[in-house]
Nanobody, 123 residues
Framework: QVQLVESGGGLVQSGGSLRLSCAGS????????MAWFRQAPGKERGFVAV????????YYADSVRGRFTISRDNAKNTVYLQMNSLKPEDTAVYYCAARLTGTYASPLAYGYWGQGTQVTVSS
């Protein structure tokens, strides 16, 4: 059974940092694009960042570029999201996902999802 399990969320003050982890099991994800999405209350799930298969490329949403860094450790089948200079508007549930096919920034392209981890940034 394929699973993605996120961890690392929590409460942090504005300007602080958090590092999210997403551990995969049930298959190898090294050749698969892995992404982070987030969903705030009352809003649609939105793209944050993606690390393409074998980590060849990374792409970021405009709102997080320069503050967030996505990376992966294929030996551990794990993807990370380092979040710096956090803002209250970054508050959301963060999900990792493994892409099947389609546009990197579209949730529809992803076939495997984690359960989510809450990130709350206080002002």
């Amino acid at each position: 059974q394929v699973q993605l399990v996120e961890s690392g969320g929590g409460l942090v003050q504005s300007g602080g940092s958090l590092r999210l982890s997403c551990a995969g099991s049930g298959r190898t994800f090294s050749d698969v694009a892995m992404a982070w999405f987030r969903q705030a209350p009352g809003k649609e799930r939105g793209f944050v960042a993606v690390n393409t298969g074998y980590g060849r490329s990374t792409y970021y949403a405009d709102s997080v570029r320069g503050r967030f860094t996505i990376s992966r450790d294929n030996a551990k089948n794990t993807v990370y999201l380092q979040m710096n200079s956090l803002k209250p508007e970054d508050t959301a549930v963060y999900y990792c996902a493994a892409r099947l096919t389609g546009t990197y920034a579209s949730p529809l392209a992803y076939g495997y999802w984690g359960q989510g981890t809450q990130v709350t940034v206080s002002s």
